[in-house]
């Protein structure tokens, strides 16, 4: 069974970094494509980016572009999600998933190709 445990958020001011992993147990993580979500309050969640098995293939929603990247450490079974510059509408809580390595495309942007996540983890973007 696969396990997804986020760490890293908290508050930060607008303009600053921020980086938040996601540890990934109980498979093979490099079998697995991952994606980094976001639901702030009142919203519906979002994909914000993600990442292929190997590492080949990203994703980056437009309002992230230029700001966040996305990376892993198949030695260390760990996404993260470096964000910088960032801004007061960035606060949510941000969950990672994990997919069977599948063909890339659109679809990683939807939630119902993810078979596992995690808890989440709060950022919080003050002005």
């Known amino acids: 069974q696969v396990q997804l445990v986020e760490s890293g958020g908290g508050l930060v001011q607008a303009g600053g970094s921020l980086r938040v992993s996601c540890a990934f147990s109980g498979r093979t993580f490099s079998s697995y494509d991952m994606g980094w979500f976001r639901q702030a309050p009142g919203k519906e969640r979002e994909c914000v980016a993600a990442?292929?098995?190997?590492?080949?293939?990203?994703y980056y929603a437009d309002s992230v572009k230029g700001r966040f990247t996305v990376s892993r450490d198949n030695a260390k079974n760990t996404v993260y999600l470096q964000m910088n510059s960032l801004k007061p509408e960035d606060t949510a809580v941000y969950s990672c998933?994990?997919?069977?390595?599948?063909?890339?495309?659109?679809?990683?942007?939807?939630?119902?190709?993810?078979?596992?996540w995690g808890q989440g983890t709060q950022v919080t973007v003050s002005s």
């Open positions: 990442i292929s098995w190997s590492r080949g293939r990203t």
């Open positions: 998933a994990a997919r069977l390595r599948s063909s890339w495309g659109d679809s990683v942007t939807r939630e119902y190709v993810y078979g596992y």
